[in-house]
């Protein structure tokens, strides 16, 4: 069985990601002249849908995030065991 995890630590956010292949990114057309958009954990050697996303920093998905009170919801493991990339960003209580 599987279960998900919900956080806003910054730290754990970007070691899940970074440990999973993941980058930050926002959904291209959706930034503002702020920076901001709709945000999305990018991992380029599972999608072809890069031209969807655009790369950001770090420094600025976390502005977003923080802006916008924003909770990660994830998984470390599937129901069978492998590792999963399964993400939502989620309103924070």
């Known amino acids: 069985m599987s279960s998900s995890k919900q956080t806003h630590n910054h730290a754990t956010i970007k070691a899940w990601a ?4 993941g980058v930050p990114a926002i959904v291209a057309d959706t930034s503002t002249n702020k ?17 969807d996303l655009k790369e950001i920093d770090w420094d600025t998905f976390f502005k977003t995030f923080d802006e916008h009170q ?6 470390e493991k599937k129901a069978n065991g492998d590792e999963s990339t399964f993400h939502k960003f989620v309103a924070r209580d």
């Open 18 to 21: 970074e440990e999973h292949g």
């Open 70 to 75: 924003l909770d990660f919801l994830y998984q």
């Open 35 to 51: 920076g901001d958009g709709v945000l999305r954990i990018h991992f380029p050697k599972h999608s072809d849908h890069s031209s």
